[in-house]
């Protein structure tokens, strides 16, 4: 059983898709066992995103990450950060095919609506980051 981290954005609580999202997610036969709405400080934001905080972009993106609250999710089952990798596509808007949670609900990369842990270590860090 493989846990990974995934998080719907301001954009998906703001547009009301939560559960347009969190659907495939379950028909994959993943198991969301932890979920809490919370509304990111900017230290927060800062220390998820600290691989990109010096580029240009990032303003941005902390603006629209403090916009709004989140909803965290600890979403566990076999090959689970591969099959959201699959699920949500890819991280461009542009390359993103209909059918995965970014090709239908992402119109722009800055208001992406869904995170998603990208390998074991980055899930493992970002589950204690999010659910200590």
């Not at 495939?24 to 934001?45: A, D, F, H, N, Q």
């Not at 995965?100 to 990369?109: A, E, K, S």
Request: hydrophobic letters at 40%; charged letters at 25%.
């Amino acid at each position: 059983m493989e846990k990974t981290y995934v998080m719907l954005k301001p954009e998906a609580l703001k547009r009301n898709v939560i559960g347009d999202i969190i659907n495939p997610i379950e028909r994959k036969g993943l198991k969301i066992s932890e979920m809490k709405t919370m509304t990111l400080s900017e230290e927060l934001v800062r220390e998820h995103y600290a691989h990109i905080v010096s580029k240009p972009f990032f303003p941005e993106i902390l603006e629209n990450m403090t916009s709004g609250p989140v909803l965290a999710m600890i979403v566990e089952g076999e090959n689970a950060i591969e099959a959201m990798m699959i699920l949500c596509g890819p991280t461009q808007w542009n390359e993103c095919q209909p059918g995965t949670i970014r090709g239908d609900y992402v119109t722009n990369t800055g208001f992406n609506v869904i995170h998603r842990s990208d390998s074991a270590e980055t899930a493992k860090e970002e589950i204690e980051r999010f659910f200590n």
